[in-house]
T-cell receptor
Framework: GEDVEQSLFLSVREGDSSVINCTYTDSSSTYLYWYKQEPGAGLQLLTYIFSNMDMKQDQRLTVLLNKKDKHLSLRIADTQTGDSAIYFCAERSGGYQKVTFGIGTKLQVIP | EAGVTQFPSHSVIEKGQTVTLRCDPISGHDNLYWYRRVMGKEIKFLLHFVKESKQDESGMPNNRFLAERTGGTYSTLKVQPAELEDSGVYFC?????????????FGQGTRLTVV
């Protein structure tokens, strides 16, 4: 079945860049997502990328996709303390609504 | 526009008791999903409704879990009888039926603790 893997924890200093990595196994993945969960809050869709794209940039966020290696990354430039949260990588195959999530990477931003 | 709302936000029950979680999707969203995150593990898909019909319930753990969506509006997820391993955060999400990439909006989750 589908599997999404990501590291559990990342610590960075405020102002540095953060890079959260993710690998997935489903070669038919069509949509790849990054969700953010702040303490006590629900899941917020941060950004997504179609599988036919290599890169997507949205303000401080850059998503890189290496489809050959099934590797997805999220780069946050100029990381702020407000970026501290759990970041979930997720994938979905086209036409099928079920989303498969990773375990979540807890990002800690040190002031 | 109101987002996806879930009730209660927290629930603590004893093993063997029954608990019912409720999800109110965004108005007009025909797709409704339930997910669960057990402590320290992935967020796992439970089931998917399209309107009032169960489209996919392959993620439901066992027959102690019953999901309904009468009338195609809000949904309930009942756990009866609850076991210790049912503890976790239950998320509900909803999305529109049509569109190339219909974003799923998530609720804040219900934290269930079975003691």
């Amino acid at each position: 079945g589908e599997d999404v893997e990501q590291s559990l924890f990342l610590s960075v200093r405020e102002g540095d860049s953060s890079v959260i990595n993710c690998t997935y196994t489903d070669s038919s993945s069509t949509y790849l997502y990054w969700y953010k969960q702040e303490p006590g809050a629900g899941l917020q869709l941060l950004t997504y990328i179609f599988s036919n794209m290599d890169m997507k940039q949205d303000q401080r966020l850059t998503v890189l996709l290496n489809k050959k290696d099934k590797h997805l990354s999220l780069r946050i430039a100029d990381t702020q303390t407000g970026d501290s949260a759990i970041y979930f990588c997720a994938e979905r195959s086209g036409g099928y609504q079920k989303v498969t999530f990773g375990i979540g990477t807890k990002l800690q931003v040190i002031p | 526009e109101a987002g996806v709302t879930q009730f209660p936000s927290h629930s603590v029950i004893e093993k063997g008791q029954t608990v019912t979680l409720r999800c109110d999707p965004i108005s007009g969203h025909d797709n409704l999903y339930w997910y669960r995150r057990v402590m320290g593990k992935e967020i796992k898909f439970l089931l998917h409704f399209v309107k009032e019909s169960k489209q996919d319930e392959s993620g439901m753990p066992n027959n102690r879990f019953l999901a309904e969506r009468t009338g195609g509006t809000y949904s309930t997820l009942k756990v009866q009888p609850a076991e210790l391993e049912d503890s976790g955060v239950y998320f509900c999400a909803s999305s529109r039926l049509t569109g190339a990439n219909t974003e799923a909006f998530f609720g804040q989750g219900t934290r269930l603790t079975v003691v």
